[in-house]
């Protein structure tokens, strides 16, 4: 049963958790949550808020019991749960922007002759939004909704070089850093030092780390706060795909992403009639 006695708890501070209803108001408590990056306590909550601890003690509980959130470490510490990803995933998957992004995806494939994707941060992996394969025989086939490690992903090393080293040390240690291939990164070291370099750049590979025969190259989507969780990439074999080949791509591959970053934001197309 959803929040119904929060109106006789609270006073002029929970317009600080904008909504009319109970209903509205753990909306806007979830809003609030999934801007953070850690794990938070109830105390945390209670001094950003400013609802009485009673109050903010049985929202959690409701989310918890839901699956929505669930409790970390000693039971103190709060984070998304499961439900509250899946529910987020199924968004990025079936948006109403989807079409708009598959269409520029498409014009990708058709300019470069190889396979693209468009995916997301998810936990501690890499989740395929939407993916259009190249007509070329010779091809590796994830389709959407595929999951990939993150420190063995062309993309999920640029979501990771937007975190601080403390927090991505965090997410990185709770999940083996396991090993595809000879070449994937599997110390805390290496991937820290990949990632200083990807930050500089602006861009990433995956070099034969997830998949033997397999090169990607990919780019963040701009996003108005900075911070992307969304990426674009291209990838083949490496018979026919060499990181000068690549990089090659890379102008086109960041035109795509500025076009997909304006639809996100729903703006309208840039036209030459100026």
Not at 4 to 10: A, C, L, N, P, T
Not at 103 to 124: D, K, P, R, W, Y
Not at 220 to 249: D, T, Y
Request: hydrophobic fraction near 40%; proline fraction near 6%.
């Amino acid at each position: 049963m959803i929040e119904q006695d929060m109106k006789h708890s609270e006073n002029t501070s929970t317009a600080r958790l904008d909504g009319d209803t109970p209903n509205l108001r753990l909306f806007a408590l979830l809003e609030t949550v999934a801007q953070k990056s850690v794990p938070f306590t109830l105390q945390n909550l209670v001094d950003e808020l400013g609802l009485p601890k009673p109050t903010m003690h049985r929202m959690l509980a409701q989310l918890e019991s839901a699956g929505i959130l669930q409790r970390d470490g000693n039971g103190r510490h709060y984070s998304t749960g499961q439900r509250l990803m899946r529910l987020a995933e199924n968004v990025l998957l079936n948006n109403t922007t989807h079409g708009a992004r598959h269409a520029v995806l498409t014009q990708l494939v058709h300019e470069l002759g190889e396979s693209c994707n468009i995916t997301a941060f998810s936990g501690s992996e890499v989740l395929y939004l939407d993916r259009v394969e190249t007509p070329a025989p010779l091809r590796f086939y994830l389709h959407p909704g595929s999951r990939v490690p993150a420190h063995c992903s062309a993309t999920g090393k640029l979501f990771l070089s937007q975190m601080p080293a403390s927090q991505r040390r965090r997410l990185l240690s709770s999940v083996p850093l396991e090993t595809f291939t000879a070449n994937t990164l599997t110390s805390f070291e290496a991937v820290d030092q990949e990632l200083e370099q990807v930050k500089a750049q602006g861009y990433a590979f995956d070099n034969e780390e997830f998949l033997p025969g397999l090169l990607c190259l990919g780019v963040l989507v701009p996003a108005p706060s900075g911070s992307s969780n969304m990426g674009l990439a291209v990838q083949a074999p490496i018979m026919r795909f060499s990181k000068e080949k690549a990089l090659s791509f890379l102008p086109k591959l960041q035109a795509a992403a500025a076009a997909i970053a304006r639809i996100n934001d729903d703006i309208p197309p840039e036209t030459d009639d100026d």
